[in-house]
């Protein structure tokens, strides 16, 4: 069973930038595919970006492409979002989350069995 816990949200200004962490414990963070999801006021969960056991292949959703990296390391059980060129609508809970199909990337959040509390991430303009 792996515990999924995220930090370094919080209030930023348009244009700036923030990262994301996500610390895991309780199992094999190495063997684990990673991804990050958002969730506003009254949207579904949406797919930000994902990342397999490696770190050596990832994959963004729209919203995310260009602006944001996901990383991780490996050493440290942690993996990280950085987001660039933030807009008011990136505003959202951010929820890290595992799967233990570490050389596939899922964009569906049904594929992920493990799940962080989410960390909120307001952006104003």
């Known amino acids: 069973q792996v515990q999924l816990v995220e930090s370094g949200g919080g209030l930023v200004q348009a244009g700036g930038s923030m990262r994301l962490s996500c610390a895991a414990s309780?199992?094999?963070?190495?063997?684990?595919?990673m991804g990050w999801f958002r969730q506003g006021p009254w949207k579904e969960r949406e797919f930000v970006a994902a990342i397999n056991w490696r770190g050596s292949i990832t994959e963004y959703g729209d919203s995310a492409n260009g602006r944001f990296t996901i990383s991780r390391d490996n050493t440290k059980n942690t993996v990280y979002l950085l987001m660039n060129s933030l807009k008011p609508e990136d505003s959202a809970v951010y929820y890290c989350?595992?799967?233990?199909?570490?050389?596939?990337?899922?964009?569906?959040?049904?594929?992920?069995?493990?799940w962080g509390q989410g960390t909120q991430v307001t952006v104003s303009v």
């Open positions: 989350a595992a799967h233990g199909q570490g050389h596939v990337l899922y964009t569906e959040a049904d594929r992920y069995a493990f």
């Open positions: 309780g199992g094999t963070f190495s063997s684990y595919s």
